[in-house]
DNA sequence: TATTAAAGTTAGACAAGACTAACAAATTTA
DNA sequence: TAAATTTGTTAGTCTTGTCTAACTTTAATA
């Protein structure tokens, strides 16, 4: 079985694979805050082990199993977060280190109670979709606030990224998934939006419209 | 912030200290399943980082350091055990390879929430004293069935160990802890005993009556 | 296009944690 | 007590995952 790092490292690839799948050798070292050698290093025995698709100086990309793989591990990550939410009280601004851990317990059994217990979960805290029992991603397309005009009104449904910037900011202002928002006014000029939530009017700057993900209602 | 591995062998230590505290290599070395000199390289390490006491060709024992630090990861070990069985639902025959790794995770808040969950309980699914916030362990000093006489009307508390062939024996005839018990017999030639709960008469050995600790009612 | 910068790669070193082989000390048994 | 066995120790090697220094290839820029 894959070692935790082994798992990091199919992980970051994986998540830092956009539509074309291409990652580079740099991109991957300062995601893993590791030296550009350590991550090559690593690409190379990934590829050995058949989980990588590697040339040299070429872009790197998972393989179909890497991609599986990688799947699997993000499941239990997104498992464990959207259980220490839900069954064990904590923010979601709190659970991404732990799961950063708990992704790693070898037990299928585990991951699978936890599923169990929370009806089959198909989406994490943070909105992002969890995989299935294969691996795989249903990515949403969702809209940004900041693509509504005046008068939308939109359910916030997830997070671009779960930064703790981003995370407290929200918390603050006691924004969270599944809130109702109306958009009252759009500026062109900084891409800032005012919106109100029947409670509170915000005043929203494009860099946090540009993060929250909407499903008009 | 100590290894893993760092973290199973103080636990190690702590389990075979017997009342002397000592704890030889070998011991060390078999109940890991490593190497002697493995077992041996690591006790050095750890004597120079205070945690254990170590003088050549002498018995090992823990430091005081080293047997608060053992004391916190068996009360994550146990505490974990406590929520597998009582909130996922797991049998207190599946909980302690989990428990084996999650005992690992560097969250506090984590062991914290569980601890709280649990309403702070004193022991766990196998009868074992949870320890202390500071790492204690308050043992108590149950009878053994072995001891009983006929007559004797007992409660099941604890095991005297939790491996997996004691654990299947008891799942087997339905036999808990808090299982309610009247001694109908004593076998002095091999020391079996007859005992019966109500519902059902056992007739167990002396290997199975040595492990099961009780107290009278 | 020539130069500079960035990205990728190679070589060599290191720490942690494991191993085997060989030997020394202590303990048990004859 | 002498021999045999067990226990403890040392020395040297290996794998995994990390690093720095130096070099090469590719990409960007003047
Ligand atoms: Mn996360
Ligand atoms: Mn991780
Ligand atoms: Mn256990
Ligand atoms: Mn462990």
């Not at 977060?81 to 659970?95: A, D, H, R, S």
């Not at 809130?179 to 929203?204: P, Q, R």
Request: glycine content about 6%; proline content about 4%; overall charge negative.
């Amino acid at each position: 079985m894959a070692s935790q790092t082994v798992e990091n490292y199919l992980k970051a690839l994986f998540s830092l694979a956009g539509d074309s799948g291409e990652v580079s050798v740099s991109d991957l070292s300062k995601y893993l805050e590791v030296s550009k050698p350590t991550a090559h290093s690593m690409v190379k025995k990934l590829h050995t082990e058949g989980l990588v698709k590697y040339e040299k100086y070429k872009p790197l990309s998972l393989t179909a199993r890497g991609k599986k793989a990688a799947g699997l591990i993000l499941r239990k990550h997104r498992l464990t977060e959207m259980y220490l939410v839900e069954k064990m009280g904590f923010g979601w601004e709190q659970v991404h280190e732990i799961a950063e851990q708990i992704e790693h317990i070898k037990s299928p059994l585990f991951f699978e109670r936890m599923d169990e217990i929370l009806g089959f979960p198909s989406h994490d805290p943070h909105g992002s979709p969890i995989p299935d029992k294969s691996g795989n991603v249903q990515y949403e397309t969702y809209d940004k606030l900041s693509q509504c005009s005046p008068g939308d009104q939109v359910t916030l449904v997830a997070l671009a990224h779960s930064s703790d910037e981003l995370l407290d900011y929200l918390n603050k202002r006691n924004l969270r998934l599944g809130i109702e928002l109306t958009v009252l006014d759009s500026e062109s000029f900084d891409g800032s939006m005012s919106v109100e939530t029947g409670i509170n009017t915000y005043a929203l700057s494009k860099l946090v419209c540009d993060a929250l993900y909407v499903e008009p209602r």
